[in-house]
């Protein structure tokens, strides 16, 4: 039984009762293979919502205290998921966004941007701890949720899941990590390309680019999971200097990411009726594959 079957089957009161009260987070322990798994479930639309976002904190902190407790012991890896069918993320609640652009309140457009980005770096440098991060694709990551999926150390995606950034059709721009990460894996150019076409690629053309790691098959993204997990565990100590290295060699620094959320939220009041119309529409495409 693969470790999502598991999760299913799971008692989510088992947890204790942090985990209980999660509405839109589930998680989940493989004690054999020390991984923490968390699948997100995000309603009413499988986007960042607030309250996904708080609880995304709230248990990547309790996992950086047991982390600290045990010296790194208890996880090996982190494996960020989707309990949505078809879907991994759809990105920002545009909802709210709307709101706050009609209210013009930039204070909490950009403090929505930075809560996003205090995740994503603490999961891009795997909590500063030794652990590696990883997103398990196996539906649509769109706009924050293809963002998201970029800052882990490890990327695996199914064949024919459709991932990209198509903020440009309501006339904003992706501004939680995505140009800082893909312009470190594919290029500025090619960045820059991505985010202002707003095209949606399929895995197996990002694998082509070099922007995710491993392309499996369809249903077998678990399974490439685990024989990565086999693979490092014949060479750990390649596999852990290769990760430090990494670190080394792209380095992204918490003020540059700040800063572009604050070009964001700016942005983000410059929007016009006719966007924000526009933005309305993808709502309703949000709501449909929800349902």
């Not at 989510?12 to 009762?17: I, L, N, P, Q, R």
């Not at 950009?110 to 770096?121: E, G, N, Q, S």
């Not at 990551?141 to 963002?147: D, R, T, W």
């Not at 939220?265 to 949000?286: C, E, F, G, H, I």
Request: proline residues 3%.
């Amino acid at each position: 039984m693969n470790a999502l079957a598991q999760l299913k089957e799971f008692d989510e009161a088992s947890y204790g009762d942090r985990a209980a009260q999660y509405s839109q987070l589930h998680t989940y322990y493989d004690e054999k293979y020390k991984i923490g798994w968390f699948l997100m479930d995000g309603a009413p639309r499988p986007c960042f919502t607030p309250t996904l976002l708080n609880e995304l904190s709230d248990y990547l902190t309790t996992v950086k205290v047991e982390l600290d407790e045990t010296n790194d012991q208890k996880y090996d890896y982190l494996v960020v998921g989707s309990k949505v069918d078809g879907v991994f993320n759809l990105g920002g609640d545009l909802d709210l966004f709307m709101s706050l652009i009609k209210d013009g309140n930039r204070d909490a457009l950009l403090k929505y941007a930075v809560h996003c980005v205090d995740i994503l770096y603490a999961n891009m440098f795997h909590f500063d701890a030794d652990v590696t991060t990883v997103s398990l694709i196996q539906g649509d990551a769109l706009g924050g949720g293809f963002e998201a999926s970029l800052s882990s150390n490890l990327i695996i995606a199914e064949r024919g899941v459709k991932m990209g950034l198509p903020e440009v059709i309501f006339n904003l721009f992706p501004g939680m990590g995505a140009y800082s990460i893909l312009s470190r894996k594919v290029g500025p150019a090619q960045a820059e390309k991505m985010i202002m076409s707003g095209k949606l690629y399929t895995a197996e053309e990002l694998y082509e680019m070099g922007a995710i790691d491993i392309l499996a098959e369809k249903g077998e993204g678990e399974l490439a999971l685990y024989k990565y997990i086999k693979n490092a565990r014949r060479s750990p100590n390649s596999f852990k200097a290769m990760a430090k290295v990494k670190d080394i060699c792209n380095p992204i620094s918490y003020e540059e990411l700040v800063s572009i959320a604050n070009v964001w939220a700016d942005a983000a009041l410059n929007l016009t009726p006719k966007d924000l119309k526009m933005m309305t529409r993808l709502v309703s495409r949000q709501n449909s594959k929800s349902a």
